[in-house]
Antibody
Framework: QLQLQESGPGLVKPSETLSLTCSVS??????????WGWIRQPPGKGLEWIGT???????YYNPSLKGRVGISVDTSKKYFSLRLSSVTAADTAVYYC??????????????????WGQGTLVTVSS | DIQMTQSPSSLSASVRDRVTITCRAS??????LNWYQQKAGKAPKLLIY???SLQSGVPSRFSGSGSGTDFTLTISSLQPEDFATYYC?????????FGQGTKVEI
C-alpha cells in the first residue's frame, strides 16, 4: 500500500525559503500513470493546489505563487521536494503531498489525488 | 482560474438523512471533477473522481453526478462517520482549484 510522508522544518522565518520533502513508500514513483503533487491549507481555511511533478521532472505550478515555487523528484531515492522562496505569514499552512493519478499516461488532465500524506504544519514567523 | 462554488457552505443533518452537496464551475470542465472528504486534523480523502467514479474502498452510499458546470455529491444515508467537510476540485485546467468546502454537521 502506497504511503506518503512529509518532512521538514515546522518554523521558517519571513523572506527565507521553505523546504519540504515527501517520502514515498510501498510503490514505485516511475510509473507513467502518476504525477506527484503538493497542496496546502492555511489554518481554518480551504485547500490550495501548489504544483506537481512527473517522474521525468516535468512540472506544473500554480501561477499565484509567482515563480517562488520549485518541485523536484528523485525516483531512485523515492522522494519529491517542495521549495517555496521569499515566504511570508500568508504561507503559513499545513502542507500535504499526494499522488495524482491521470487518465492518460503522462498527460496532466483529469487527475485525482490519492493517497495523501498526513500533512505537516509550517509556520512562517520571526 | 476556474472558480468552484459549493453550496451550501454548511448544513445540519441527522443520521440516515439523504444529503446533497452541489458544486458549480465557472466554466465547463467536462467530467473532470473530484470530491474529497476531510475530517478535523486529517488529510483529505478521495471519495469520487471523474465526477461519478467511486474510489475503491469508499462506501456505496456516496455517489457523484454531473458534467459541464454543475455537479452533485450525494450521501444516500448519512452515517455518524460522515460528519466532515467536503470539497470539490476541478482537474481540467491549471491551476487546479477547490471549492470552499461544505461542512456537514449534526
Amino acid at each position: 500500500q502506497l504511503q506518503l510522508q512529509e518532512s521538514g522544518p515546522g518554523l521558517v522565518k519571513p523572506s527565507e525559503t521553505l523546504s519540504l520533502t515527501c517520502s514515498v513508500s510501498g510503490g514505485s514513483m516511475s510509473s507513467s500513470s502518476y504525477y506527484w503533487g503538493w497542496i496546502r491549507q492555511p489554518p481554518g481555511k480551504g485547500l490550495e493546489w501548489i504544483g506537481t511533478v512527473y517522474y521525468t521532472g516535468t512540472t506544473y505550478y500554480n501561477p499565484s505563487l509567482k515563480g517562488r515555487v520549485g518541485i523536484s523528484v528523485d525516483t531512485s531515492k523515492k522522494y519529491f521536494s517542495l521549495r517555496l522562496s521569499s515566504v511570508t505569514a500568508a504561507d503559513t499552512a499545513v502542507y500535504y503531498c499526494a499522488r495524482q493519478s491521470v487518465v492518460i499516461d503522462a498527460i496532466f488532465l483529469g487527475d485525482w489525488s490519492d493517497p495523501w500524506g498526513q500533512g505537516t504544519l509550517v509556520t512562517v514567523s520571526s | 482560474d476556474i472558480q468552484m462554488t459549493q453550496s451550501p457552505s454548511s448544513l445540519s443533518a441527522s443520521v440516515r438523512d439523504r444529503v446533497t452537496i452541489t458544486c458549480r464551475a465557472s466554466q465547463s470542465i467536462s467530467n473532470y471533477l473530484n470530491w474529497y472528504q476531510q475530517k478535523a486534523g486529517k488529510a483529505p480523502k478521495l471519495l469520487i473522481y471523474a465526477a461519478s467514479s467511486l474510489q475503491s474502498g469508499v462506501p456505496s452510499r456516496f455517489s457523484g453526478s454531473g458534467s459541464g458546470t454543475d455537479f452533485t455529491l450525494t450521501i444516500s444515508s448519512l452515517q455518524p462517520e460522515d460528519f466532515a467537510t467536503y470539497y470539490c476540485q476541478q482537474s481540467y485546467k491549471i491551476p487546479r482549484t477547490f471549492g470552499q468546502g461544505t461542512k456537514v454537521e449534526i
